[in-house]
């Protein structure tokens, strides 16, 4: 969301003397038109499949208007950019919607400093919730910064190294050069750990989102299905936006030897870990 920024404050207090002393303040940076920085970013998810990604959710209906990620565990987020899409916005071809989490060093620890959510569309380009590509954040000035990307359900994935934020005004972005091209698996700290053709992407698989693919998660779908058909036969379907469908195609299938596409996808991926900074808890 692009905003004009160039704020004045208008401090008011009281003298030595008793009289009242006014004055502005104007506190947009000296030679920035805004304060503020964009991030324009390239991700991709496993589970979507390659370029372009699947946009089953959204062709369905049940891709959310507001972000999934939220004040509550395990997401913890809250942005005032977080607004519900409107009917326009929604038209576009998202894949899901993503968190983008930004840290910086201070005192020798990661900071986490902004936060995110954003639309993923089916080019891998990250755009708010207005749906314009790359993303604002208001709060920061231009600087390094460590960029860690979250997903309901694949695992985090993180940059290697602290990045440069430097764009200050939206018509600067050239859509097709990213500050971060999350698919190059020499940018994110877990290497090429989950890369498939040279593409680098968030593992698929963490249905229970404890930074680790296992069995809990294969378990994860059929107890999905169960919440809602108890002692479902197997082959029960259900179709929606579950933490279960980590092949994003907006079902998922219960199954007693946990072998449909979903559950096969999590076996692929048994034993992987997130790896960013900071570490995950
Ligand atoms: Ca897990
Ligand atoms: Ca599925």
Redesign the pocket.
Known sequence: MKMNLALTLIFTFSGLLGCKVSYDKNITPAGNEYPGVYLNAKVCLEGAGTFPMSTALKNNNTLPFVTPYTLANPWLHYSIEDIALSPATYASPWVDWVLVEIYKIEFGSYLKVDGQSALLHEDGSLNSSTATQSLYFANLVPGNYYINIKHRNHLAIGTQNAVSLSIQNYSEIDPLVFDVDFTDPQTVLTGNASSSGGIQCLAAGDVNNDNLIDSSDLAAINSQVNAIFTAAPDGTTLNGYFAG????????TVNTSLST??HGIISANDGLTTLVHPNAP
């Not at 469908?245 to 998922?252: A, H, T």
């Open positions: 469908d980590v092949n994003l195609d907006n079902s998922i596409i979903d």
